[in-house]
C-alpha cells in the first residue's frame, strides 16, 4: 500500500476522536513520508509480546476507514506462560470510555464470540486464547485484561500479542500487520523521544487513562540539550483515550530544516496510564518508544 493512502487512513481513524470532541492530527502535516508503526516501550522490550500481569492494549482499530477499499482487524493472542492456570477476563472501551460495540470472535468453544467484555476464562498452562475483531464498521478504542491465579507473581502471568491487521475488502489480500505492545497500565510518569524532520517524519501518541478517577498529565517538551521549549497541562477523563500530533499538541512554530531531537516527560498524579506512539519514517521499523519513568 502506498504511503500516503495509509495516512489518509489513519487520518480518518483518529479523525473519529474529534466527532467525539478530541483533539487529532492535522492530515496535511502527517502525511507526509508517512510509514506507519505502532511501538510501545514500558516493560522489558521485545516487540508486542510481553509478560505482564492485567495488561492494556493502547490502540485497537477495526472496519474501513477508506470508503470500503481495505478494511482493519485487531488480532489478541493472550497465551498463558506461569506454571499454573491463568484465569483472565477484558473489557473494551471506545475512546470516550463508553463500551467498544464491536463484535469479537475467539477460539474457545464456550465462548465463539463475545461484546464489550468477556468474562473469567482459565488458560491451562502453555494455551492460547484468540481474539479477533474484523467488522466493516470504523472503530477506534482500547482494551484492559485483567489476570488472577492461585498466586499473581510469577504463577499466573500471561503473554500478549496484538496486532492491526489491513487487508483488501474485496480478495482479503494482507496489506500490512501492525503491532501494538500490550504492557500493564502502571505508569505515572513516561517518556518519549522525539525525532522529527519538517519534511518527512514526526510522531503523535495516545494516551489511555485505566482509572475511575480524572488523571491530571502535564508534559515538558525539551531539546536535546535540557532546555525547556514548552510545557502544557490536560486532564484525561476515566476510561478515556486521547490522540495528539506532537506540533499540535505544542502548538509549535516551523521548526528548523534538517533532524530535530526532542523529548517529551508526561507527569501525572494517576498511577494508571497507559500510552502509544506512532510515527512516520523512513520505513515501517522506525521506532518511537514510550519508555515508563514511574
Keep these: 500500500m502506498k504511503a500516503g493512502k495509509f495516512a489518509r487512513i489513519v487520518v480518518l481513524a483518529v479523525g473519529m476522536l474529534a466527532a467525539m ?9 502527517w502525511s507526509r513520508g508517512f510509514q506507519p508503526f505502532l511501538v510501545h516501550g514500558q516493560g522489558s522490550p521485545g516487540g508486542p509480546h510481553e509478560t505482564f500481569i492485567d495488561p492494556i492494549i493502547p490502540t485497537i482499530m477495526v472496519g474501513s476507514f477508506d470508503g470500503g477499499a481495505t478494511k482493519f482487524a485487531t488480532v489478541i493472542q493472550i497465551t498463558s506462560t506461569g506454571s499454573t492456570t491463568a484465569f483472565v477476563s477484558g473489557t473494551f472501551f471506545n475512546s470516550d470510555g463508553t463500551a467498544f460495540p464491536a463484535t469479537f470472535r475467539t477460539n474457545q468453544s464456550g465462548l465463539p464470540t463475545f461484546n464489550v467484555t468477556f468474562q473469567t476464562l482459565s488458560l491451562p498452562v502453555g494455551s492460547t486464547l484468540a481474539i479477533v475483531a474484523d467488522q466493516d464498521v470504523p472503530l477506534l478504542g482500547w482494551g484492559s485484561i485483567s489476570v488472577s491465579s492461585n498466586s499473581r507473581m510469577g504463577t499466573g502471568n500471561v503473554a500478549v500479542t496484538t496486532f492491526l491487521e489491513n487487508r483488501n475488502a474485496v480478495t482479503g489480500e494482507v496489506k500490512f500487520r501492525l503491532p501494538v505492545d500490550s504492557t500493564s497500565a502502571g505508569m505515572a510518569s513516561f517518556l518519549l523521544q522525539r525525532f522529527s524532520d519538517p519534511a518527512s517524519t514526526d510522531v503523535g501518541f495516545f494516551i489511555v487513562n485505566n482509572s475511575s478517577t480524572t488523571a491530571d498529565i502535564t508534559a515538558t517538551f525539551r531539546k536535546a540539550d535540557g532546555m525547556i521549549i514548552a510545557t502544557r497541562s490536560l486532564q ?3 476510561f478515556n483515550q486521547i490522540a495528539y ?3 499540535d499538541f505544542f502548538s509549535l512554530p516551523p521548526e528548523s530544516p534538517g533532524r530535530n531531537y526532542t523529548n517529551i ?3 501525572s498524579n494517576s498511577t494508571l496510564l497507559s500510552a502509544v506512539a506512532l510515527g512516520s519514517g523512513a520505513g515501517p521499523y522506525v521506532t518511537y518508544p514510550v519508555v515508563r519513568l514511574r
Design 265 to 267: 516527560v508526561f507527569d
Design 21 to 29: 470532541g478530541l483533539y487529532v492530527w492535522k492530515a496535511t502535516e
Design 236 to 238: 484525561l477523563r476515566p
Design 245 to 247: 500530533f506532537v506540533p
